[in-house]
């Protein structure tokens, strides 16, 4: 009898070696963006009590009502895998006392959604996110807009990423356009797609974002929510416009952007991709200055974003992953004409890696004649091959090959250490 075959959770996927070599890069120039903005990491637990998410996210959104892998734990409580990030670091701010002076921190790891899979669309996926607390003013969304398209251009995808960008107003002026907005699609209530009829009763406002083309027509002459915006929002809508305008970051103004989370008031954006099919949202964010205080903390400003990096990855994969120049080559291949002579090499590039940090050496630990480990040092794509043979122990030197140019020069370990690594990094 053959047991059957195990395979991965619908939805959920392994990060094979072949990929995760770009997966560490991406990460790596993510992680180099934030910190250049002062941006410190926060880690949260994948793990948390369900009702933190039905707090924060909102009773009647998409994840809460039917996107959420919960479970009763052995104790009887009721917890959740993390939908998203932001519930969870709002609450590690409150229960640490973080926010008593404002803190930028970004967070990064796997969220799950019980979604219907599709290209860019997983159960498991990862975001990196980013969390703003204690600003008030325009500025920051400003700062946090430019570090993504900084991202963008590090990533060399800034051609292919736009910004939409809304101000959905107060909660005040919210309730009021979800009154006249409800009015108005009453009268259409039979012509309308099923999820949003069903949305009609808990929230009207997502039949905004329904890509029903029946729908779609109803909502052309619906009334808009930049109409029921009041004048305080209209005032910081134009602050951050004119900020962004003078540092050259273009915006499409998208009036019936709302995004699915609840905590959201005034500014609301996303990035998008034409590159992405379906879904096109790279990345997501807003300001919600009303979510530390309803999670029990002191009110607090707050804007953030988080993106998805499954679909930043496929964007980088459509460019052949341009923008990074590092491939997975070591920068030498260490060569020793006799296994006898492998204690000396070892020591060689010990001494290598402590004098330069970051330059990689693979030695050659296995039998096999130096013909055989010349082909091994092409194969691997070294630049270097560094050769140890009776010669070189003897008087205390190393022979470096170019393998570009074929130039092979012997240099002494001792005083001719430091000439030799300032040789290969000045060539490298
Ligand atoms: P969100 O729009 O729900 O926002 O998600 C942010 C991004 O995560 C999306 O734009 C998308 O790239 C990615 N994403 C979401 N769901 C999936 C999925 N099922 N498969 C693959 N990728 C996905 C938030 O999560 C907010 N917490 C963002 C935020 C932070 N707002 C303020 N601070």
Redesign the pocket.
């Known amino acids: 009898m053959t047991a059957n075959k195990l395979k991965a959770v619908r ?1 959920m996927h392994d990060i094979l070696p072949v990929n995760s070599g770009n997966w560490a890069r991406m990460e790596a120039v993510i992680a180099r963006v934030f910190s250049s903005y002062a941006y410190r990491e926060i880690r949260m637990p994948i793990v948390e009590p369900t009702a933190l998410f039905s707090r924060s ?1 909102g009773e009647v959104t998409d ?1 809460i009502e039917k ?1 959420m892998y919960t479970f009763e734990d052995r104790n009887g409580e009721s917890m959740s895998l993390r ?5 969870g ?1 709002v609450r590690a701010c409150i229960e640490h006392s973080l926010l008593d002076t404002p803190r930028k921190l970004w967070y990064a790891g796997p ?1 799950f ?1 019980y ?1 219907r ?1 599709q290209k ?4 498991q ?3 990196v ?3 703003a607390f204690g600003w008030q003013g325009a500025e920051i969304e400003a700062e946090m807009l430019l570090l993504n398209q900084r991202l963008w251009c590090e990533l060399q995808l800034e051609n292919g990423i736009r910004l939409q960008l809304n101000n959905i107003g107060s909660s005040e002026s919210r309730k009021k356009f979800r009154a006249a907005l409800l009015d108005y699609l009453e009268k259409y209530r039979d012509d309308l797609d099923a999820d949003s009829q069903r949305r009609l009763q808990s929230n009207p406002l997502r039949i905004l974002d329904s890509k029903d083309r029946d729908t779609q027509k109803i909502l052309h002459d619906a009334p808009l929510l930049t109409d029921f915006v009041d004048d305080e929002s209209r005032q910081k809508h134009d602050t951050l416009l004119g900020l962004l305008q003078d540092s050259g970051v273009s915006v499409e103004q998208n009036s019936r952007l709302v ?3 609840d ?2 008031n005034d500014t609301v954006f ?2 998008v991709s034409d590159d992405l099919g379906a ?1 096109a ?8 200055d009303g979510l530390v205080e309803q999670l029990g903390g002191k009110p607090v400003p ?11 990855y496929m964007l980088l994969e459509g460019q052949g992953f341009a923008c990074f120049h590092e491939d997975d080559a070591p920068d030498a291949y260490l060569l020793v004409a006799d296994s006898a002579y492998q204690r000396y090499a070892l020591d060689l590039a010990e001494r290598l890696r402590a004098a330069l940090p970051g330059f990689a050496i693979m030695q050659h630990l296995a039998a096999g004649s130096l013909k055989s480990q010349f082909k091994r040092a092409d194969k691997s794509g070294a630049r270097f091959a560094l050769i140890v043979g009776e010669q070189e122990v003897a008087d205390n030197s190393v022979s470096v090959k170019d393998l570009q140019s074929g130039e092979q020069s012997s240099v002494s370990v001792g005083d001719g250490i430091a000439a030799l690594l300032v040789q290969l990094s000045a060539d490298t």
């Open positions: 939805g996210i994840i996107e939908p998203e990030g932001t519930a670091c969220m959604r979604e899979p860019g669309r997983q159960r996926f990862h975001q996110g980013a969390e995004r699915g989370l905590y959201y996303e990035w879904q949202t790279v990345c997501g964010g807003g300001r919600y707050a804007v953030g974003f988080a993106m998805g990096l499954e679909r930043l």
